[in-house]
């Protein structure tokens, strides 16, 4: 019983990941360029083939036509591709509780702000230090002769700095 919920829960995140797919490409050909040829390596392109009434999409090597080997493999419908993509979000997800334990695992690694919090403590005291610095720099400027160019120099390197 338990494992037939499960079966649904899996089949149904199936279905919006084809239908995410589905949507990315707004045509019928969603695996074009995810498919390989297992003889010769080349890239399975789609076509539609039409009948009287319906037509259906099939995908076959890009290898078929070239060269002077041609590929020999046989073509595949869409649909037995859409099965085996089931069949294979199946197997990954069949592990989905370890799956499910990395990814929250993940998340609070990534939830974990301490070190991020102790470098923004840094910086804002090497601000303020620098800002000090400044001050004392205007602040004997206007108290002292000296020669402003370097005075120019000085501060123009503090606010760049800051
Ligand atoms: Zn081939």
Redesign the pocket.
């Known amino acids: 019983m338990k494992r037939n919920i499960i079966k649904r829960e899996v089949f149904d995140l199936a279905h919006v990941e084809l239908d995410k797919l589905e949507k990315k490409r707004q045509t019928s050909n969603i695996f074009t360029g995810r498919l390989?040829?297992?003889?010769?390596?080349?890239s399975?392109g789609s076509r539609v083939w039409h009948s009287i009434s319906k037509y259906r999409t099939i995908y076959q090597?890009?290898?078929?036509y070239k060269g002077e080997h041609k590929?020999?493999?046989t073509y595949v419908t869409e649909e037995a591709i859409k099965a085996w993509f089931l069949s294979a979000i199946n197997q990954l997800l069949s592990n989905r509780d370890e799956i499910i334990a990395n990814t929250e695992l993940l998340i609070d690694m990534a939830k974990d702000t301490t070190p991020l919090e102790s470098r923004i403590n840094d910086l804002e005291h090497h601000l303020e230090t620098i800002r000090q610095d400044i001050e004392d720099l205007v602040d004997r400027n206007a108290r002292k002769a000296q020669n402003q160019n370097l005075y120019q120099e000085q501060y123009d390197t503090l606010v760049t700095a800051y």
């Open positions: 390989y040829c297992g003889a010769c390596g080349a399975f090597c890009n290898g078929k590929c020999q493999t």
